[in-house]
């Protein structure tokens, strides 16, 4: 087993095990004194993991009640949140006790903001199945929900007390969830890592289970770092969304359907480093296609460029993008929003 050790605000551990899932209640015994456990999932993850989670948790002592919802973005909103709510005031659910996220980026997302907003704040843990959420939302503790205006614009900073991440897990990944989590990985080599870059590059969708307890390792020690450095998203942590204005707003323009956030977060990474980088343009795009995402999008740019002017890392006029000049080398530049434009329409 590898651990990182994330030392914020509520310093943490992050384990990496494969196996992980069925010795998870001994590692969650060691973070809490309660043996309550309110577990939180999705329906598709109950029938893969659910018992093996459950069955730990009991044999460590723990009294679990759970609470399934439908997969998918839909239900990381209000209505859900209001149920997952309710779920933990039955299950009397008090500040001492545990919720445990199960599952993706949207279990942790709604699971992590109702932890942090219920009696002002239970501890929490996070067990993610998927590669996106084991290398990226599951650690730094942001949490959220999407409202209508947009996509995780109510949420709140909760560490959670432990994650877990078991590669074995990944396995039962249908091979478009995996190229989304790919998305966010190679994001980490480009932005910090030129080894982990070349590490990918040498690999293909079909065989990155070879690599992947030492990419997974690499990517959340990367986010780790960032992370400590600025644990509340004001400076460098928005390096961490290098593909994310075009990516965000490729989705936005989707109506965030059709595609995955890997998905435009790929798209993203290769349409600005095409404009502003092009010296790594094709090393980029080749790596791209090997996990199978996008390379681009065919929505015109001035389509795309009102959604950016919605992005979250802006301020007042201004826009902050992240460019990689060299792999493993990323940037945050400020510039007017006029300017970003210009940018990327020249
Ligand atoms: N997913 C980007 C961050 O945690 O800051």
């Not at 078991?166 to 030129?194: F, N, Q, V």
């Not at 993203?268 to 080749?286: N, V």
């Amino acid at each position: 087993m590898k651990r990182i050790s994330v030392k914020t605000s509520q310093p943490y551990e992050v384990l990496i095990e494969r196996g992980g899932l069925a010795k998870s209640g001994g590692y969650i015994a060691e973070v809490t004194r309660s043996r309550r456990a309110a577990v939180i999932t999705d329906d598709i993850v109950e029938k893969l993991h659910l018992k093996t989670v459950k069955d730990s948790l009991e044999a460590a002592g723990f009294e679990c009640s759970v609470f399934v919802f439908s997969n998918g973005e839909q239900s990381k909103c209000l209505d859900n949140l209001g149920r997952i709510y309710d779920f933990l005031c039955e299950s009397n659910i008090t500040r001492s006790d545990i919720i445990i996220a199960l599952g993706g980026g949207v279990v942790g997302d709604i699971t992590g903001f109702a932890a942090a907003s219920y009696l002002r704040g239970v501890d929490f843990v996070q067990i993610p199945t998927t590669l996106l959420a084991q290398v990226d939302s599951s650690v730094g503790g942001k949490t959220a929900i999407d409202i209508s205006g947009g996509k995780n614009l109510v949420g709140a900073f909760k560490q959670p007390a432990l994650v877990i991440c078991d590669s074995d897990a990944l396995k039962t990944l249908p091979h478009k969830i995996l190229a989304e989590g790919m998305g966010e990985c190679i994001k980490y080599g480009m932005i910090r890592d030129e080894k982990l870059f070349e590490l990918m590059e040498s690999h293909c969708l079909e065989n990155v289970d070879e690599i992947m307890d030492e990419m997974v390792y690499s990517c959340i020690d990367i986010k780790r770092q960032v992370v400590e450095n600025d644990e509340f998203d004001r400076g460098e942590r928005m390096l961490l969304n290098f593909g994310h204005t075009l990516g965000h707003a490729i989705e936005g323009w989707h109506s965030y359907k059709d595609i995955a956030h890997g998905e435009g977060v790929a798209a993203g990474m290769c349409m600005i480093t095409d404009r502003l980088a092009p010296q790594l343009s094709e090393r980029l795009k080749k790596c791209v296609k090997a996990y199978k995402l996008p390379t681009g999008s065919d929505i015109p740019m001035s389509e795309l460029l009102p959604f950016c002017s919605k992005d979250k890392k802006n301020e007042a006029n201004d826009i902050n993008y992240i460019i990689c000049r060299e792999v493993g080398k990323g940037e945050i530049v400020k510039v007017p929003f006029s300017e970003f434009c210009r940018l990327m329409e020249g």
